[in-house]
């Protein structure tokens, strides 16, 4: 089944109602949450047409403008954006619903308008094949990143978005310094043409090519919060919005999809100029990132930090379980990815809901039950989802400095979160704080989303596995590019 | 001129680095300029330096590469606006904290998030 024109649609889409909503929001906020549930909900449902046509055939290719690749820039439907599509707008859906429960939408301005800025960003980045155009696709989510970030804030608040800006742009800043570089050297910024090329470089443009897969790297930890270049993720997401901080969950997410896109396409493992030079940086790192993101699990000292520290964690494991480059463990990156992505946003947003509690107040038993499973859910414990990912990426990355710190990680994430449950809800005193029922369903449906993904995990890893297999085997991918040449 | 053109991208990412590393939020922002000026120029040269040829086919013999061009006024774009917006979120933290430290005061329990 060829999807056309559908496959603009992810990016179009939400571009087009944001422009809508800023001009009709005038006339009061129900017409703009109109707008961005019914884009969303229409998101999602094209979203997973998208995933069902690139199960069932060979990635397909969008032309901008019919020009064709590599001199134009193409969007290019495969198994893994397919995935990231729908775990993006499956994210957003419920988030967005809880955004308008909480009331958190209406305390700023033009918040649903940032929100589908947002959503086509993320969607863009996800489906292009061209690495300009993730470039300007980075730069459309974090422009709205920026926004809903400081959505209804006053000072702190503004400042800890400076810091944010100020690291994003850096990260910009490398980005066109790397991109330039690999231009230079092969002429294409076409990811797939790059592909191609890269493995007929002469030898005296191998150093340059290998500074610019380096640089590259650099930017996608930055994006990613790989240690040492995470400072920006626990104030920013701490400082954030629950509801947004939740949104963004899927956003450092971004980092870790460009690096396994550009781990496996365009410096795949057994690629002369790169080898031995991406896998052995990213382990270390991503392993330093995780202990440190359990440290910071126990040391947190407000609930909305911890979540932050959670999902630096996770960023940990994610990039620790991809550095393996093989089959198996892109698979259980990917699985992890959802998990986390899923586990990540519940934790938010339950930390907004105590967090919107008059403090010392004793809190509701549903509150804490949701946290708990949340708890579970973060820590890895079974019988949730998390449980499945951390063996599978135990069994893909066969190391002991991986275990060690992998379980020693969990154990002090576990830790930290029944000392911070056990403080902010077995409290005898204090004025009973009431959860309206509306609001806690979101957070317990991605929950039980949870519970889903670990029923469903064997149908679920045999489709990532053959995802996992044809990122090892990127030879479809690049015919589908249609390049000159045959390359 | 490759010398020149090269000097230059390196004293400009030179003065932006060090800028950067400041912790006030006016010589931040500055910084982040010089250092996509020096971005600019670089990207600009990835498409080989050559003097006097425009970038269009059957003008000149050697015509110069266009994408570069194109890509460096999409990076100027981009840049432009992101330290638009990053102005403007100084300027709103610095009216409503009385201060623009880029780092977080240790004095005011407000600021530990």
Same mark, same amino acid.
């Given at each position: 089944m060829t999807m056309g024109h559908w496959i603009i649609a992810p990016v179009v889409l939400p571009a087009f109602l944001a422009a809508l909503s800023l001009l009709l929001a005038r006339h009061g906020t129900t017409v703009a949450r109109f707008l961005a549930l019914g884009g969303t909900v229409a998101l999602l449902a094209i979203s997973v047409t998208l995933m069902i046509a690139a199960s069932n055939g060979p990635p397909q290719l969008y032309r901008l403008g019919d020009w064709p690749a590599p001199f134009g820039i193409v969007l290019v439907l495969d198994r893994l954006s397919a995935l990231m599509l729908v775990l993006t707008s499956g994210l957003a859906l419920p988030v967005l619903v809880q955004a308008i429960v909480t009331g958190w939408d209406i305390r700023g301005r033009k918040f649903h308008a940032l929100w589908l800025f947002q959503l086509m960003g993320l969607n863009g980045a996800f489906l292009t094949g061209d690495a300009f155009n993730l470039f300007v696709f980075f730069e459309v989510l974090l422009i709205a990143s920026y926004g809903l970030m400081v959505h209804g804030g006053t000072g702190p608040r503004l400042r800890a978005g400076v810091q944010y800006i100020a690291v994003n742009l850096v990260g910009s800043t490398l980005f066109l310094f790397a991109l330039g570089t690999a231009y230079a050297v092969t002429g294409t910024l076409n990811m797939a043409d790059l592909a191609a090329k890269i493995p007929a470089l002469p030898d005296g443009d191998q150093a340059l090519m290998r500074v610019a897969a380096v640089l590259l790297m650099l930017v996608f930890a930055i994006k990613g919060a790989l240690?040492? *270049?995470?400072?920006? *993720?626990p104030g920013t997401y701490a400082a954030s919005p629950g509801v947004v901080a939740a949104l963004f969950a899927v956003m450092t997410k971004v980092g870790a999809y460009a690096a396994l896109r550009f781990g496996t396409l365009v410096f795949p493992p057994d690629l002369a100029v790169t080898s031995g030079l991406i896998g052995p940086l990213l382990l270390p790192a991503g392993l330093i990132t995780l202990a440190l993101g359990a440290i910071g699990i126990l040391g947190a000292a407000s609930l909305p930090r911890l979540a932050a520290y959670a999902a630096l964690m996770s960023m940990g494991t994610v990039f620790t379980a991809m550095a393996a480059f093989t089959p198996w463990a892109t698979m259980a990156t990917l699985y992890y990815v959802i998990h986390s992505t899923l586990a990540g946003a519940a934790l938010f947003l339950i930390a907004d809901l105590v967090q919107a509690r008059a403090p010392g107040s004793r809190l509701p038993g549903l509150l804490a039950a949701l946290f708990m499973a949340s708890a579970i859910a973060t820590a890895g414990l079974p019988p949730l989802s998390g449980f499945p990912a951390k063996l599978m990426i135990l069994q893909a990355q066969p190391l002991w400095p991986v275990w060690a710190v992998i379980l020693g990680g969990s154990f002090l994430a576990l830790l930290g979160l029944s000392r911070s449950g056990s403080a902010l809800f077995w409290k005898p005193q204090g004025d009973a704080a009431t959860l309206p029922l509306t609001q806690a369903l979101i957070p317990a449906a991605l929950l039980l989303a949870l519970v889903a993904l670990t029923v469903l995990a064997g149908p679920v890893t045999a489709w990532l596995a053959e995802t996992a297999r044809l990122l090892h085997d990127p030879a479809p991918y690049i015919l589908a590019n249609d390049l000159p040449g045959g390359a | 001129m490759e010398a020149l053109v090269a000097i230059t991208i390196g004293l400009l990412t030179a003065v932006g680095t060090y800028l950067m590393l400041r912790l006030r939020s006016f010589p931040v922002i500055l910084g982040l300029t010089f250092l996509s000026y020096a971005v600019n120029l670089f990207l600009f040269a990835a498409g080989r330096l050559k003097a006097g040829a425009v970038p269009i086919v059957y003008t000149t013999e050697a015509p110069s590469d266009p994408l570069p061009q194109a890509l460096v006024l999409t990076a100027i774009v981009i840049s432009f606006g992101m330290t638009a917006v990053m102005v403007m979120m100084a300027l709103g933290a610095w009216l409503e904290l009385g201060h623009d430290r880029v780092d977080p005061d240790r004095d005011a329990p407000e600021d530990q998030g």
């Open positions: 240690v040492p *270049l995470h400072f920006w *993720l | -």
